[in-house]
T-cell receptor, first 114, second 113 residues
């Protein structure tokens, strides 16, 4: 069965600093990988996804993520964060052979400080 | 524009009452999902439906019921059997093919008073 780990439940960072949010997964088959962002009292919005091909994926709002198959990781990065990036970030995995059902990680709360 | 509409945004329920949360999508998506979100616990799957007139229990289905009579609609009923229903409820949908991400609604916050 697939599972997703987000090692950091909270990440505080100063404005304009770089940030990395970590995501590791376990699965016995090939997977699709996703990052979502959730602002307070809102639904989740897709940031980016990895399906195949280049392991470096660029998304919205200046975020990017790199798929590392050997380390089963899909870490999210941004070189310079803004106050408006303060939100909850969720990593999700979907197995090729399991249909559409996702498994979500527990989330990482990014707090950008002035 | 296409999307998912959840209503109402805020809902208050007295103990012992059933309440129904609405979820409607006009994206022509095949599959629809209901998640519950509690602080610090991420998203937990309640029910999902991959086709009309068929649905499956998720990880925390007890105290909830759903129907899928139309492709566009997937209402969730929180019954009096749900002991701790206060939470944020999210509806999502996707196409049936692999690799499509979920599209989420804006959520319904349910509070038991």
């Amino acid at each position: 069965a697939q599972s997703v780990t987000q090692l950091d439940s909270q990440v505080p960072v100063f404005e304009e600093a770089p940030v990395e949010l970590r995501c590791n997964y376990s699965s016995s088959v090939s997977v699709y990988l996703f990052w979502y962002v959730q602002y307070p009292n809102q639904g989740l919005q897709l940031l980016l996804k990895y399906l195949s091909g280049s392991t470096l994926v660029k998304g919205i709002n200046g975020f990017e993520a790199e798929f590392n198959k050997s380390q089963t990781s899909f870490h999210l990065r941004k070189p310079s964060v803004h106050i408006s990036d303060t939100a909850e970030y969720f990593c999700a995995v979907s197995e090729y052979n399991y249909g559409q059902n996702f498994v979500f990680g527990p989330g990482t709360r990014l707090s950008v400080l002035p | 524009d296409g999307g998912i509409t959840q209503s109402p945004k805020y809902l208050f329920r007295k103990e012992g009452q059933n309440v129904t949360l609405s979820c409607e999508q006009n994206l022509n998506h095949d599959a629809m999902y209901w998640y519950r979100q509690d602080p610090g616990q991420g998203l937990r799957l309640i029910y999902y439906s991959q086709i009309v007139n068929d649905f499956q229990k998720g990880d925390i289905a007890e105290g909830y019921s759903v129907s899928r009579e139309k492709k566009e609609s997937f209402p969730l009923t929180v019954t009096s059997a749900q002991k701790n229903p206060t939470a944020f409820y999210l509806c999502a949908s996707t196409f049936g093919q692999h690799g499509h991400g979920y599209t989420f609604g804006s959520g319904t916050r349910l509070t038991v008073v």
